[in-house]
T-cell receptor, first 114, second 117 residues
Framework: DAGVTQSPTHLIKTRGQHVTLRCSPI?????VSWYQQVLGQGPQFIFQ???????GRGNFPDRFSARQFPNYSSELNVNALLLGDSALYLC?????????????FGEGSWLTVV | AQTVTQSQPEMSVQEAETVTLSCTYD???????LFWYKQPPSRQMILVIR??????QNATENRFSVNFQKAAKSFSLKISDSQLGDAAMYFC??????????????FGQGTILTVHP
């Protein structure tokens, strides 16, 4: 079975532009979370969605938004990109509904803002 | 808010030897989960081991085991018989059981593990 898949794997954007990152969870998983990992640091929680509803939001500005689709895939959108948004963006999925369910991560999308 | 601290930015070990990575956390909750994740150069986060706070028995997965000290809020990872493939960044992570944000993991800063042949 396929794991968590993310696209694109690498991208370069210019300051002020907008970016959309995509994530497909493991088949059967209904919960998707997004994390930002700046080089040399641990991942920081951005959003969690379960059954197409936002269930949690980290300490990120309103330039960051996300949504989950009926097939449980998800998009992370970032507007008005800043140099500091350069990072690895990780998507994670789990069955959802129970806090004990294991969380599985994708390989991430590398975003470079120039 | 919960915090996770890994005080060892880097550790090294000889192949076949044992190494222990440290992690402390701060929380006011009584029930929670703790994890160790491995992140190799490929950057994919791989679950190594998990511990449920209400279980007193330390978790073990093959060569990986933890020392969970709930009162001290300490959660260390022991890797026995270290292998070259164990070289990676290791993250300690906390997951609350409260609220509805089941997907939120709080990570430490990470420890880079080097394995020498």
């Amino acid at each position: 079975d396929a794991g968590v898949t993310q696209s694109p794997t690498h991208l370069i954007k210019t300051r002020g532009q907008h970016v959309t990152l995509r994530c497909s969870p493991i088949s059967g998983h209904k919960s998707v979370s997004w994390y930002q990992q700046v080089l040399g640091q641990g991942p920081q929680f951005i959003f969690q969605y379960y059954e197409k509803e936002e269930r949690g939001r980290g300490n990120f500005p309103d330039r960051f938004s996300a949504r989950q689709f009926p097939n449980y895939s998800s998009e992370l959108n970032v507007n008005a990109l800043l140099l500091g948004d350069s990072a690895l963006y990780l998507c994670a999925s789990s069955l959802g509904g129970k806090v004990g369910n294991t969380i599985y991560f994708g390989e991430g999308s590398w975003l470079t803002v120039v | 808010a919960q915090t996770v601290t890994q005080s060892q930015p880097e550790m090294s070990v000889q192949e076949a030897e044992t190494v222990t990575l440290s992690c402390t956390y701060d929380t006011s909750e009584s029930d929670y989960y703790l994890f160790w994740y491995k992140q190799p150069p490929s950057r994919q986060m791989i679950l190594v081991i998990r511990q449920e706070a209400y279980k007193q028995q330390n978790a073990t997965e093959n060569r990986f085991s933890v020392n969970f000290q709930k009162a001290a809020k300490s959660f260390s990872l022991k890797i026995s018989d270290s292998q070259l493939g164990d070289a990676a960044m290791y993250f300690c992570a906390y997951r609350s059981t409260g609220g509805t944000s089941y997907g939120k993991l709080t990570f430490g800063q990470g420890t880079i593990l080097t394995v020498h042949p």
